[in-house]
């Protein structure tokens, strides 16, 4: 299995282009996740999904839009890049399981895609 | 609010020292937490989770609700533990069952 995979790897954009990211995992796993990552602000949460078609906001979705047309792919768009979206951008996916009533999970991380935006 | 709080940004160690990670944790239920670490130019990937109150490479966190804390703990202290740790949340309930409230990240280094 490779688990979950990002691309690109890498992307230098313009300000004002667009672009999107790609998430596949193939672990058959419900949610998913895109994070992006800062210095000194940790991992905050752009949008997620609770299944295929299902997307809902998170702590920081202005600017991105997101759409889970399959089960197996997250993709995360950025329609007018701006250079306080300059990031590390981070797929997850998990499934949650759960244990005497009790739901918790496990996030499996992608690489994660390093996006500069000029 | 759900919160969570890492103190230290960076936590620097020599090899065969004792090393605690501070996290504190802010939720009006019952919660779930977590220890994630990332290695240089590695992916996150889950350390532990209270609920298992399993040891994984030697590092151990006990959750103590009365003072909402996940400390994360090595006796000793090896370089490889290098790394940027983050303690995460879960409320698990709810349509956002699973999502995760990060710290903001410890950067753990170990000289030696």
């Known amino acids: 299995n490779a688990g979950v995979t990002q691309t690109p790897k890498f992307r230098v954009l313009k300000t004002g282009q667009s672009m999107t990211l790609l998430c596949a995992q193939d672990?058959?796993?419900?949610?998913m996740y895109w994070y992006r990552q800062d210095p000194g602000m940790g991992l905050r949460l752009i949008h997620y999904s609770v299944g295929e078609g299902t997307t809902a906001k998170g702590e920081v979705p202005d600017g991105y839009n997101v759409s889970r047309l399959k089960k197996q792919n997250f993709l995360l768009g950025l329609e007018s890049a701006a250079p306080s979206q300059t990031s590390v951008y981070f797929c997850?996916?998990?499934?949650?399981?759960?244990?005497?009533?009790?739901?918790?999970?496990?996030?499996?991380f992608g690489p994660g895609t390093r996006l500069t935006v000029l | 609010a759900q919160r969570v709080t890492q103190p230290e940004k960076l936590l620097s160690v020599f090899k065969g020292a004792p090393v605690e990670l501070k996290c504190n944790y802010s939720?009006?239920?019952?919660?779930?937490l977590f220890w994630y670490v990332q290695y240089s130019r590695q992916r996150l990937q889950l350390l532990l989770r209270?609920?298992s109150r399993e040891s994984i490479k030697g590092f151990t966190a006990d959750l103590n609700k009365g003072e909402t804390s996940f400390h994360l703990k090595k006796p000793f202290a090896q370089e490889e533990d290098s790394a940027m740790y983050y303690c995460a949340l879960s409320g698990g309930h709810g349509g956002s069952q699973g999502n995760l409230i990060f710290g903001k990240g410890t950067k753990l280094s170990v000289k030696p």
């Open positions: 939720y009006s239920g019952s919660p779930e």
């Open positions: 997850a996916s998990s499934y949650p399981s759960g244990r005497g009533g009790r739901s918790y999970n496990e996030q499996f």
């Open positions: 209270h609920i």
């Open positions: 672990m058959n796993h419900e949610y």
